[in-house]
């Protein structure tokens, strides 16, 4: 018999993202019976969020009042998905205090993917402090260990 997921709830009206026994990790969207996705955690290396556009509308079934999350992994898109405002921030922040996030890429953190520069992962740290989700002790440790 296959071993149950650990969920971990993110926050009233938020969801909840489920770690598999595997090291897959899935999200699921409040109120939802299905998961938005499932990925590999070992495969994921970063993350962006952005205004719904009216293809969004469309392909993903976005409203305006939502923000799309994508998450990357060796240069390509392993999933997108609408969430709530702050959602986003939460899911990762959650991946990112994984201690399996980044095990594949460690050499990211030293010296990060063509196109990513430290600068913005910095900008992208001070954000989620600024916006409540990473404590100033958490920002910290996450900037002495980006800039090694």
């Given amino acids: 018999m296959a071993e149950k997921p650990v969920s971990h709830g993110l926050g009233f009206g938020n969801g909840s993202i489920l770690e598999y026994p595997d090291g897959s990790v899935e999200y699921r969207p409040t109120g939802k019976l299905l998961s938005a996705f499932r990925v590999m955690m070992r495969d994921i290396s970063g993350f962006s969020v952005r205004k719904v556009t009216r293809d969004d509308k469309k ?17 390509t898109t392993l999933a997108e ?41 910095l900008a992208k740290l001070a954000q989620l402090r600024d916006a409540g989700v990473l404590t100033p002790e958490e920002f910290l440790a996450q900037k002495k260990k980006l800039l090694g």
């Fill in 59 to 75: 392909r993903l079934k976005a409203s305006s009042m939502q923000q799309v999350l994508t998450v990357q992994g060796s240069g």
């Fill in 81 to 121: 998905v609408p969430v709530n405002y702050g959602t986003a921030e939460k899911i990762e922040q959650w991946f990112r205090g994984h201690p399996d996030f980044g095990k594949s890429s460690q050499a990211a953190v030293a010296s990060p993917q063509p196109g990513i520069s430290v600068a913005d992962e």
